[in-house]
């Protein structure tokens, strides 16, 4: 079975989780932390190299406020449990920002933690107008990648979003332009391992030619 250099995860369906429970929408994000940590074991057991999660973005951020002081302590736990584990961790996002946590500042240059075998990427309070926007200031458009915030991203082989959502929602453009995707109908607090192997197994039947 062919397994992905590079994974991208589109977790959604929280809000949507917590109101199917009959619990206010704000409650979904902390469950979604466990299927993060677990899903991040899989891809390292399957011998992943690269594994990027979304965890909000500069838009998510114009949610009640209650839903944004949720998720944003949601993506501050993750960091902290990913540091118990062997990664190289990047947390990516619009820093200068008054919503971006300023307990993951430390972490917007890439750090290991233990033998850090795998590179994880986090984005946080992203945008891709501002991970491009950087484009103009650096001027050097015969590299774009050297010149996008992004730039320590490789290019992502396989994107799974969960939520039955079919749409990239900004995920990383750039690195994103060959990659094959993979709807999950399952909330992402629901995640099961199965999940996991059904991507990868459907990925391991394309054809890929990155358009050659």
Known sequence: MRIPKHIGIIPDGNRRWAAHNGLPKENGYEMGLKPGLELFR??????VGELTFYGFTVDNTKRPSVQ???FTRACVKAVQMLSKEDASLLVIGNAE???????LIPYTKRT?????KMKINFLVNYGWEWD?????????????ISCI?????????????????????????????????YVVDAYW??????HFYDAIKWYSEQDITLGG
């Open 42 to 47: 899989l891809c390292k057991e399957a011998g």
């Open 68 to 70: 944004t002081r949720a």
């Open 97 to 103: 920002s008054p919503m971006f946590p300023k307990e």
């Open 112 to 116: 290991t933690f233990g033998k850090g």
């Open 132 to 144: 491009l926007n950087n484009i103009n200031q650096v001027g050097n458009k015969d590299n774009l």
């Open 149 to 181: 915030r992004s730039s320590d991203v490789s290019r992502i082989d396989l994107i799974i979003r969960w939520g039955n959502r079919r749409r990239l929602s900004g995920f990383l453009p750039v690195q994103s332009v060959y990659a094959d995707f």
């Open 189 to 194: 607090p629901d995640f099961k391992p199965q």
